[in-house]
């Protein structure tokens, strides 16, 4: 995050659909963060993803990202003034490559008009311009996502010359009934968190997610991310010691004014990680099952969470095996700069895996 904004200006968009009294700027932060919410929440409701942000969300996950201005790099599409969809994105090392990662959303009344493209493909050319002076900028290309119901924007990326290039899965828990046991492997215990261990502990995590696909190193906004989100609860964490080293953690949260608008009573195991050192005794199953007994004790009925479908340490059936089910799907795509991608396309040298 930059230390001083920069102002909001207009944005000319050569490819702008003809749509009477449509104007583009950037953002103006921090008064856009609210109507940024309302639209980013009506997006993901239209598409059946049962999601929604807060003003308070945006500004500690957005507003955190790394090199990031509103005024600069987030594009805002009005229609006589009022806000009908956004484009933004950021490019950071990522799997030893430099990521364009770009994502937005256009109203549904405003869908099929081209929109969606025009704001799409500012994105693109907006980061690509600054990454072109980047010092590890060898390697670059572009990426996105979307769940199987946001099916808009996978026929766009389709149009663009994108093909996935991983694919992974949103699963779902009841936490009513009997609870599995799964006690800590022997030498490790649970603390509560203290505000003093919060770095060690996310450094830690970082650690544990370095051998996995998309990961980038954590800096200083990441932590500041974290800290500053208005639902980072660390009483809900837990966090498996072994003396002074971090063995495992599974962060948990519940979104309460996500549970609130939508009568839900959800919580999330967020960022499931295990260092290397402890892998394969049982550590990760403890922490889930731990996390399970406290959501159900702040009065949660249910837990998500998200996995990677090629996870390299079997992530995916071990929560199968913790009880938990599929309930959405999603994939991650990716071109090159300078054209659609071939068939096989991934971005690090080798095909796709076999995807079910």
């Given amino acids: 995050m930059t230390s001083m904004a920069i102002p909001?200006?207009?944005?000319?968009?050569?490819?702008?659909?003809?749509?009477?009294?449509?104007?583009?700027?950037?953002?103006?932060?921090?008064?856009?963060?609210?109507?940024?919410?309302?639209?980013?929440?009506?997006?993901?409701?239209?598409?059946?993803?049962?999601?929604?942000?807060?003003?308070?969300?945006?500004?500690?996950?957005?507003?955190?990202?790394?090199?990031?201005?509103?005024?600069?790099?987030?594009?805002?599409?009005?229609?006589?003034?009022?806000?009908?969809?956004?484009?933004?994105?950021?490019?950071?090392?990522?799997?030893?490559?430099?990521?364009?990662?770009?994502?937005?959303?256009?109203?549904?009344?405003?869908?099929?008009?081209?929109?969606?493209?025009?704001?799409?493909?500012?994105?693109?050319?907006?980061?690509?311009?600054?990454?072109?002076?980047?010092?590890?900028?060898?390697?670059?290309?572009?990426?996105?996502?979307?769940?199987?119901?946001?099916?808009?924007?996978?026929?766009?990326?389709?149009?663009?010359?994108?093909?996935?290039?991983?694919?992974?899965?949103?699963?779902?828990?009841?936490?009513?009934?009997?609870?599995?046991?799964?006690?800590?492997?022997?030498?490790?215990?649970?603390?509560?968190?203290?505000?003093?261990?919060?770095?060690?502990?996310?450094?830690?995590?970082?650690?544990?997610?370095?051998?996995h696909w998309g990961h980038h190193a954590m800096t200083e906004d990441d932590i500041r991310s974290v800290l500053e989100f208005p639902e980072t609860d660390p009483s809900l964490w837990q966090v498996a010691w072994d003396g002074d080293e971090v063995a495992g953690v599974v962060q948990n949260y519940i979104f309460t004014a996500e549970n609130a608008q939508l009568d839900l009573r959800r919580g999330w195991l967020e960022r499931v990680s295990v260092r290397r050192p402890w892998r394969g005794r049982g550590l990760a199953k403890a922490l889930c099952a731990a996390s399970f007994r406290v959501l159900r004790e702040r009065g949660m009925d249910e837990a998500w969470l998200g996995v990677d479908g090629a996870n390299p340490t079997g992530a995916l059936q071990l929560y199968e095996g913790l009880g938990f089910m599929v309930s959405r799907r999603w994939q991650a795509y990716g071109r090159p700069l300078d054209g659609p991608a071939p068939a096989g396309w991934t971005g690090s040298g080798t095909t796709t895996e076999s995807q079910p």
């Fill in 8 to 211: 909001s200006t207009p944005v000319e968009v050569p490819d702008a659909p003809p749509i009477p009294g449509l104007t583009f700027r950037t953002g103006r932060m921090p008064d856009d963060w609210a109507p940024l919410a309302e639209i980013v929440s009506a997006v993901r409701l239209a598409d059946g993803v049962a999601e929604v942000a807060t003003s308070e969300y945006l500004a500690a996950d957005w507003g955190n990202l790394e090199a990031w201005d509103g005024g600069r790099d987030l594009l805002l599409a009005e229609v006589d003034g009022r806000l009908v969809g956004f484009s933004t994105g950021q490019a950071r090392m990522r799997d030893g490559a430099l990521v364009i990662d770009t994502w937005g959303g256009v109203l549904p009344e405003m869908r099929r008009r081209r929109l969606g493209t025009a704001l799409h493909h500012w994105a693109r050319g907006h980061f690509r311009v600054r990454t072109d002076a980047h010092p590890e900028a060898a390697t670059r290309h572009y990426r996105t996502w979307a769940l199987e119901q946001e099916v808009g924007d996978i026929a766009l990326f389709e149009q663009e010359g994108f093909v996935p290039i991983r694919y992974g899965f949103e699963m779902r828990r009841f936490l009513t009934g009997t609870l599995p046991e799964h006690p800590l492997p022997e030498g490790l215990e649970l603390r509560p968190v203290r505000d003093q261990d919060l770095r060690t502990i996310l450094i830690g995590e970082d650690e544990a997610f370095r051998d």
